[in-house]
């Protein structure tokens, strides 16, 4: 008689899983996907040189003006030097900012700004009145143009027309625009929600079409077993075990494992021996736990404010213990890793930070130069900063690490007449692509080594 097959059967129920996996698959994707917002393409000018440090202000010193580019530069000074003790409308650790252009004059503000100790100490009443009120806390002096510090009271001025909260019963444009981001990231949730409550079911569908196939599967064998008119060829296929002995004595298997075996020692060896000198993921103790993630991400210092030659320098410097205590000297006194500091600065000795970047001394590398010039943000670099509670090396910083930068990063060529020559050659030589770093020779050996 003919042969009773379960193919059909089987591959009707693996077909049917298929499906379900696929269309779960695809639902999953869709449900997923969100919008990204697109990049802006680099142009062939580059990155703005000193984009991330302060700008030269357009205004003149003497005199607050609405000048967009004014205002605009001193937001980021004062994001960079103010920001930390003060706001706008509110208290931090000196007064609020609101209307201080009404209060005082650009040419008080001037001097107080550059040092306010000396402004003090000429008992100046309204700068004396300040001082105590603020229990005597000494407000650091800054290295900053008359220009510069007029387009921070620029900034002030206009951040001080601004409706507040209070004045607008604590419904303003920022924070219909966060409520708009919290409506969004709520329906997101809700999508995200609704495709795992799906995929579960279809998870739970495909287990259940599994078994079901399986107890039909051996209901029919049972079924066949006790029938009396199948071949030897029926029967061998019904009595058929999976024998994993054999699959083992398989040379073909053996064979198999052994490669796979070779491959993964010799892949573990190279990679082992590639790493040799490379420090990526150092995450050392240090002598006092210090938080980046509290104070540049939820407090948003920024990285210049300690340390402050980031945008200056050929190295960026470790902060001293002076620039800790112009916040420690009020807050969070009590902390036990506060109290390292005080002991610290009490027996004039450095705190003993423990370095975690640390190039070869056959590579020449300037900080200021990539910060300032290049206008590369730390993160590039450095990782999510703001997000380590305790730091570690993100980046290889081996030496094709940073020629690929090189390849891939355009350089800010706009209103420097030192490159209007290069430019044109660089174009009709290679036509569309943008000009990089290792269009100027960054990748010549004779730039980090010499």
Same mark, same amino acid.
């Given at each position: 008689?003919?042969?009773?097959?379960?193919?059909?059967?089987?591959?009707?129920?693996?077909?049917?899983?298929?499906?379900?996996?696929?269309?779960?698959?695809?639902?999953?994707?869709? &449900?997923?996907?969100?919008?990204?917002?697109?990049?802006?393409?680099?142009?062939?000018?580059?990155?703005?040189?000193?984009?991330?440090?302060?700008?030269?202000?357009?205004?003149?010193?003497?005199?607050?003006?609405?000048?967009?580019?004014?205002?605009?530069?001193?937001?980021?000074?004062?994001?960079?030097?103010?920001?930390?003790?003060?706001?706008?409308?509110?208290?931090?650790?000196?007064?609020?900012?609101?209307?201080?252009?009404?209060?005082?004059?650009?040419?008080?503000?001037?001097?107080?700004?550059?040092?306010?100790?000396?402004?003090?100490?000429?008992?100046?009443?309204?700068?004396?009145?300040?001082?105590?009120?603020?229990?005597?806390?000494?407000?650091?002096?800054?290295?900053?143009?008359?220009?510069?510090?007029?387009?921070?009271?620029?900034?002030?001025?206009?951040?001080?027309?601004?409706?507040?909260?209070?004045?607008?019963?604590?419904?303003?444009?920022?924070?219909?625009?966060?409520?708009?981001?919290?409506?969004?990231?709520?329906?997101?949730?809700?999508?995200?929600?609704?495709?795992?409550?799906?995929?579960?079911?279809?998870?739970?569908?495909?287990?259940?079409?599994?078994?079901?196939?399986?107890?039909?599967?051996?209901?029919?064998?049972?079924?066949?077993?006790?029938?009396?008119?199948?071949?030897?060829?029926?029967?061998?296929?019904?009595?058929?075990?999976?024998?994993?002995?054999?699959?083992?004595?398989?040379?073909?298997?053996?064979?198999?494992?052994?490669?796979?075996?070779?491959?993964?020692?010799?892949?573990?060896?190279?990679?082992?021996?590639?790493?040799?000198?490379?420090?990526?993921?150092?995450?050392?103790?240090?002598?006092?736990?210090?938080?980046?993630?509290?104070?540049?991400?939820?407090?948003?210092?920024?990285?210049?404010?300690?340390?402050?030659?980031?945008?200056?320098?050929?190295?960026?410097?470790?902060?001293?213990?002076?620039?800790?205590?112009?916040?420690?000297?009020?807050?969070?006194?009590?902390?036990?890793?506060?109290?390292?500091?005080?002991?610290?600065?009490?027996?004039?000795?450095?705190?003993?930070?423990?370095?975690?970047?640390?190039?070869?001394?056959?590579?020449?590398?300037?900080?200021?130069?990539?910060?300032?010039?290049?206008?590369?943000?730390?993160?590039?670099?450095?990782?999510?900063?703001?997000?380590?509670?305790?730091?570690?090396?993100?980046?290889?910083?081996?030496? &094709?690490?940073?020629?690929?930068?090189?390849?891939?990063?355009?350089?800010?060529?706009? &209103?420097?007449?030192?490159?209007?020559?290069?430019?044109?050659?660089?174009?009709?030589?290679?036509?569309?692509?943008?000009?990089?770093?290792?269009?100027?020779?960054?990748?010549?050996?004779?730039?980090?080594?010499?």
């Amino acid at each position: 008689m003919n042969s009773i097959r379960l193919r059909p059967l089987s591959h009707f129920f693996l077909a049917l899983f298929l499906t379900f996996a696929a269309v779960g698959n695809t639902t999953a994707q869709q &449900g997923e996907t969100a919008p990204v917002a697109t990049a802006p393409a680099a142009s062939k000018d580059g990155v703005t040189p000193g984009s991330t440090a302060a700008a030269a202000p357009a205004a003149a010193a003497g005199a607050t003006t609405g000048d967009a580019a004014a205002i605009s530069a001193g937001a980021a000074l004062f994001t960079q030097n103010c920001a930390q003790c003060h706001a706008i409308n509110d208290v931090v650790v000196g007064p609020a900012l609101k209307d201080v252009h009404k209060r005082r004059t650009i040419s008080w503000l001037i001097p107080w700004i550059k040092n306010s100790s000396k402004v003090v100490a000429s008992g100046d009443e309204y700068a004396v009145k300040i001082f105590n009120q603020y229990q005597k806390q000494q407000m650091p002096s800054f290295q900053l143009s008359d220009a510069e510090i007029t387009s921070i009271i620029s900034y002030v001025a206009a951040e001080s027309d601004k409706p507040s909260a209070a004045t607008t019963g604590g419904v303003t444009k920022e924070n219909v625009g966060d409520a708009d981001g919290a409506g969004g990231a709520t329906a997101a949730n809700a999508s995200s929600s609704t495709m795992d409550i799906l995929l579960i079911v279809l998870v739970v569908v495909l287990l259940v079409l599994v078994v079901t196939l399986v107890i039909i599967a051996n209901i029919m064998k049972d079924v066949l077993r006790g029938r009396k008119d199948l071949d030897g060829r029926d029967v061998e296929q019904l009595e058929q075990r999976f024998d994993l002995a054999k699959i083992y004595k398989s040379p073909v298997v053996r064979g198999l494992a052994l490669g796979l075996f070779a491959l993964v020692v010799l892949y573990e060896s190279v990679q082992g021996v590639m790493a040799i000198g490379l420090t990526q993921g150092y995450q050392p103790t240090q002598p006092i736990a210090f938080s980046h993630k509290l104070h540049a991400g939820e407090n948003q210092i920024n990285c210049s404010y300690c340390h402050t030659s980031v945008y200056k320098s050929k190295s960026a410097n470790i902060p001293s213990a002076n620039i800790c205590m112009n916040c420690h000297a009020q807050i969070k006194t009590e902390s036990p890793e506060i109290k390292k500091i005080y002991r610290a600065i009490e027996r004039k000795q450095p705190i003993q930070w423990v370095r975690i970047h640390n190039l070869p001394d056959l590579a020449y590398f300037n900080h200021s130069q990539h910060t300032q010039v290049g206008g590369i943000e730390c993160q590039t670099c450095h990782g999510p900063i703001q997000n380590m509670e305790v730091v570690y090396q993100y980046s290889a910083l081996t030496m &094709g690490w940073c020629i690929n930068c090189h390849r891939e990063t355009p350089l800010n060529t706009k &209103g420097n007449g030192y490159y209007n020559n290069l430019v044109k050659l660089h174009d009709k030589a290679n036509g569309a692509a943008p000009f990089t770093v290792s269009s100027n020779g960054g990748t010549e050996c004779s730039k980090c080594h010499y």
